[in-house]
């Protein structure tokens, strides 16, 4: 049986954090690598299949994002916790360091997935 993880690259979890209120920790994210981005992902599969996200983060945004946004935090500063904000700001007032196009976040994700498919299926 397989495991549930996440492939999201560095800007994106950035691009999250910083809409759910966490700027300072969005500027430290854009500079994850792809392993970490890669751990994040593994731990964030982990916290939405066992359900840990929704009891951690209750009333939080729906889907997966609690899960990315809980796991990038605990990597990020020790421990999980919800964001500052449980709705998104609107993408537009994103800082311009991180607007980027829908085609360069899946460019980005490209290295995150080659770490998941080493990390998964033993390929180099």
Do not use: Y
């Not at 994850?32 to 939080?60: K, Y």
């Amino acid at each position: 049986m397989g495991r549930f993880v996440i492939t999201i690259p560095p800007v994106s979890i950035a691009r999250e954090l910083w809409r759910f209120g966490e700027p300072e920790l969005a500027i430290r994210a854009v500079d994850l690598t792809p392993v970490e981005a890669a751990d994040i992902g593994e731990r964030a599969g982990a916290l939405h299949e066992s359900g840990d996200a929704t009891r951690l983060w209750p009333g939080g945004p729906s889907g997966v994002m609690p899960a990315v946004l809980l796991a990038a935090i605990e990597h990020l500063e020790g421990r999980p916790r919800p964001c500052g904000r449980t709705r998104r700001l609107p993408e537009k007032n994103l800082p311009a360091s991180l607007q980027v196009s829908e085609a360069e976040r899946w460019s980005a994700s490209e290295s995150v997935a080659r770490e998941m498919d080493r990390r998964l299926h033993g390929s180099p």
